[in-house]
């Protein structure tokens, strides 16, 4: 018995490592968020089964949220060839995303006048229907989401700058993230997280176009 072994059957293989940089980026970011899909419909599906609803939200967070991780790092990385500072921490990513890509490159007079000139096919894109600053909002709930109002802890409201929240649900003091009762509306987090990935998937398409030939 092995943990990877290759039986040759195309049907039930997975193959990988065939892909570029960018290929293997994109296929992050999808995989973690059809992964986190399917495991929604599977809770609904279950409806009256508890133990899916209670258990099922931890994976399903984690993988939308490390969806979003990836997206950002990818819109980067397709503008710089690099990954950016800022590791997991959603709201470091998305300042860098902002300034660094979309202020200056997309939201540029300056630099889609170049690019309309380097182009022979030319498309002028536009973030106006995109309200980013209520996006970030949508980012600061995603990374602070064990934070109350009625319970002001530092410690724990910033713990998810490193992504564990919802891996682990405790610190590495034994502390656990969430202290009080929690309820999330399935069909509410999947339509958020839809509006989320989506947004940043367009703004992708954008900076692939404007840096293709």
């Not at 929604?40 to 949220?65: H, Q």
């Not at 202020?103 to 229907?129: A, T």
């Not at 064990?146 to 590495?172: F, G, H, P, T």
Request: net charge neutral; with cysteine; hydrophobic share 40%.
């Amino acid at each position: 018995m092995k943990v990877f072994n290759d039986t040759g059957n195309m049907t039930q293989s997975a193959h990988f490592g065939w892909q570029n940089e960018d290929m293997a980026l994109y296929g992050l970011r999808e995989g973690y968020k059809n992964s986190a899909d399917e495991l929604v419909k599977i809770v609904l599906k279950n409806g009256s089964d508890t133990r899916k609803l209670d258990t099922y939200v931890f994976p399903i967070v984690f993988l939308y949220r490390h969806s979003i991780e990836i997206s950002l790092k990818h819109i980067y990385f397709r503008a710089y060839g690099a990954f950016p500072k800022g590791r997991h921490d959603l709201l470091t990513l998305w300042k860098i995303v902002e300034e660094k890509v979309i202020n200056k490159f997309i939201s540029s007079d300056d630099f889609v006048e170049q690019v309309r000139k380097c182009k022979k096919r030319f498309i002028k894109y536009s973030l106006n229907g995109i309200s980013l600053s209520k996006f970030k909002l949508l980012i600061q709930e995603l990374q602070e989401a064990n934070q109350r109002d009625d319970e002001v802890n530092l410690k724990n409201a910033q713990a998810d700058i490193k992504a564990q929240v919802w891996r682990y649900l405790m610190s590495v003091d034994g502390e656990l993230f969430f202290k009080y009762s929690h309820s999330i509306d399935y069909v509410s987090l999947k339509e958020s997280m839809d509006y989320m990935y989506e947004t940043l998937d367009f703004i992708y398409v954008i900076i692939d176009d404007y840096f293709s030939s």
